[in-house]
DNA sequence: CACATAGTTTGATGTTTGCCAAACAATCAA
DNA sequence: TTGATTGTTTGGCAAACATCAAACTATGTG
């Protein structure tokens, strides 16, 4: 059978600026929400970090931290996690900061 | 005689992205930022902080971290400091980047 | 000169962070 | 059931961080 569900994340009223500021304030989180960002949402936790020597356990935990501060999302199916950016909650809360971060990574 | 010189600071080229996010990322300094950005410049280092109750050590601390990542520039004109945010070195590494935060901060 | 002013620098302390490794948990497949 | 896959959790460690306090520097003032 396929079970489903996602992992807490705060509410939008509760993603609070110091907090993503800070999430995303981190070499390897920030190459993890570009990633993120060029994906179409169907990859996997280990896909996201493909290509970076880092522990799984480390990736797990910038995982919680991305999410724990309201910029990514979790969705549980079987053994897999699919990681997405919350891109509506982010632009409603803070209107420009992601793209303004995505743009300053793409360049 | 009025002597005039500038702290050190980078080259916009040399601003980085997780730098300035990690400065950015503590709640102390973002409302240094916000204070500045509605300052006319004409403020030393103790007007910014006025009502914050932290050591003056501590605000010369937060102070270099936000020159050193590029956020500020310092002034210094005999015993005072005027701190102003280098916008346009801002808007032309990271376009929107600053607004954002700003219009987050106001929010 | 003596003193005040404005801020920096240098320890020291407690907290947070990033990382790995090992153990654990849950799912899927043979 | 046995084993492989995909992560999470816990523990430990070194580095980084925020803070304060005390000493110091530099400038201005009486």
Redesign the interface.
Same mark, same amino acid.
Request: glycine share 6%; proline share 5%; aromatic share 2%.
């Given at each position: 059978m396929t079970t489903m569900r996602e992992l807490p994340h705060p509410a939008v009223a509760d993603i609070r600026?110091?907090e993503v500021?800070?999430a *995303? #304030?981190?070499?390897v989180r *920030?190459e993890m929400v570009q990633r993120l960002a060029e994906n179409t949402g169907d990859e996997n936790c280990i896909g996201v970090t493909d290509g970076i020597t880092i522990h799984k356990s480390t990736v797990s935990h910038h995982f919680r931290v991305l999410r724990e501060s309201g910029i990514t999302s979790t969705r549980v199916d079987g053994r897999n996690r699919y990681v997405q950016i919350r891109r509506e909650a982010l632009d409603e809360?803070?209107?420009? *900061?992601l793209?303004?971060?995505l743009? #300053? *990574?793409a360049a």
């Amino acid at each position: 059978m396929t079970t489903m569900r996602e992992l807490p994340h705060p509410a939008v009223a509760d993603i609070r600026l110091p907090e993503v500021l800070h999430a *995303l #304030a981190d070499p390897v989180r *920030l190459e993890m929400v570009q990633r993120l960002a060029e994906n179409t949402g169907d990859e996997n936790c280990i896909g996201v970090t493909d290509g970076i020597t880092i522990h799984k356990s480390t990736v797990s935990h910038h995982f919680r931290v991305l999410r724990e501060s309201g910029i990514t999302s979790t969705r549980v199916d079987g053994r897999n996690r699919y990681v997405q950016i919350r891109r509506e909650a982010l632009d409603e809360r803070f209107p420009g *900061l992601l793209d303004s971060v995505l743009k #300053a *990574l793409a360049a």
